[in-house]
């Protein structure tokens, strides 16, 4: 059985609104993918189709050889962690409720959190900087502290595979550089795959092995960064004019700040 996912020919569409077209890729196990692409191109509805939100409207995806739908959410929960773009809090959680919740697909039923769980959770509220927080209900957090509370949650499920939807969006540089080396440090030492929509072409770059390029609800690319990630490609997905750089390993966008045309 192929294990991670395999989209063949997938379609989704909103109503009459196409989001996805004819999409067929595979993300294998181990590895960083990026997932980049303009606003509307359907990078949130991607990760909602992998993690089983949406049901594809055309073709069929896999997850480890079933559509992600029909999955048990627990057994899916213990594979695939989802840091969504938007966390809509209910009521009054605090943090550390939030945190725990990454655990409760290991938690017997009707049982609290073992030791272990308990040491999971220590560990990811001071790697994610929120072990000052935890105390605090959710809704009177910051955009980048509730951010970080919600990555907290997902690494604490300790899952083979981690969707970041848009995860460092509202975070200043230093948290974001740490959340993302924290997942690229679990794909190196633990052999896990993350998936992460990233809106900066500098960080997809930096940090990712693979890019999934999306434009208009298509696949516009899909390989690795050094062979995806061009000036021609940025043209003809983003519309803007960039410099290009590769020194060895790293590849460095440089956009030109003034009047298109001018550069
Ligand atoms: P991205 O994440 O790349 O910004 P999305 O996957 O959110 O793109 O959206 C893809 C397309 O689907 C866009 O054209 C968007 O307007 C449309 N869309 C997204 N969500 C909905 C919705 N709930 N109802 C109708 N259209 C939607």
């Given amino acids: ?7 063949a020919n997938v379609g989704y569409a909103y109503g009459t609104t196409p989001a996805l077209a004819d999409l067929s ?11 980049v692409g ?3 191109s359907g990078k949130t509805t991607l990760v909602d189709l992998l993690i ?42 605090s943090v550390l409720d939030v945190v725990l919740m990454g655990r409760h697909p290991y938690l017997p039923r009707f049982a609290g959190p073992g030791e272990e769980d308990l040491a999971v959770v220590e560990r990811m509220l001071d790697l994610l900087d929120v072990r000052h927080l935890c105390a605090r209900p959710v809704t009177e957090l910051s955009g980048g502290e509730k951010q970080r509370v919600v990555a907290a949650r ?26 993302l080396r924290a997942v690229r440090q679990g794909v190196e030492r633990q052999g896990r795959t993350v998936i992460a ?21 298509r696949l516009a690319a899909c390989g ?39 550069q």
């Fill in 197 to 217: 929509v990233l809106h900066d072409l500098n960080l997809a770059a930096a940090f990712a092995d693979r890019l999934i390029v999306l434009h208009r609800g």
């Fill in 25 to 35: 890729l595979a993300i294998e196990p181990g590895g960083f993918y990026g997932v």
């Fill in 154 to 179: 997902a690494l604490a499920q300790d899952t083979p595979y981690l969707l970041l939807d848009e995860a460092t969006s509202s975070l200043d540089i230093s948290h974001c550089l740490k959340i």
């Fill in 52 to 93: 089983g939100e949406k049901a594809p409207s055309a073709g069929e995806i896999r997850f480890d050889g079933r559509a992600p739908a029909a999955w048990r959410r627990r057994d899916l929960a213990r594979r695939v962690a989802l840091v969504p773009q938007e966390f809509r809090v209910q009521f009054g959680f």
């Fill in 38 to 40: 303009p606003n509307g």
């Fill in 224 to 262: 690795p960064v050094a062979e995806v990630l061009d000036a021609e490609l940025i043209d003809r997905v983003f519309g803007v004019r960039a410099l290009v750089e590769r020194e060895g390993k790293t590849t460095r966008v440089l956009y030109n700040y003034g009047e298109e045309g001018r």
């Fill in 1 to 7: 059985m192929a294990s991670g996912w395999q989209l």
